[in-house]
């Protein structure tokens, strides 16, 4: 059961890689510094993400390379506000963990399902 999601190389990399870097925005065009204390995986002003790990956080390894659009916020589990990123090119869904310096005004359109 579950055998087949699981790689058949016993040396394949399956924990998170810890990436956190500075960028700037390329949906809203604005800066964002590293996270201190974490990692930053999406933009702290509008919430949009871009689609650069393939199959594990920090991997860099996605050829899609397009915007991933904040869909929803979810607070069903443990982790907290956890954000629903869509990829607007290939469709691929990640979930990624609020940030404390997060826009509070995005994240409250988000949790309200408006139009970011």
């Known amino acids: 059961m579950g055998s087949e999601n699981r790689s058949k190389n016993p040396h394949e990399r399956k924990n998170f890689i810890m990436k956190n870097e500075t960028f700037t925005c390329n949906h809203c065009g604005k800066e964002n510094d590293s996270l201190k204390g974490g990692c930053r995986n999406h933009c ?4 949009y993400s871009k689609h650069v790990d393939d199959k594990i956080p920090g991997d860099r390894g996605s050829k899609c390379g397009n915007l991933m659009k904040p869909l929803e916020l979810d607070n069903s589990g443990s982790k907290g ?3 629903i990123h869509k990829c607007i090119k290939c469709g691929k869904e990640i979930r990624n963990k609020t940030a404390p310096d997060d826009s509070i005004e995005a994240i409250i359109a988000l949790s309200t399902h408006k139009e970011l």
């Open 44 to 47: 702290k002003h509008c919430l």
């Open 81 to 83: 506000y956890v954000i």
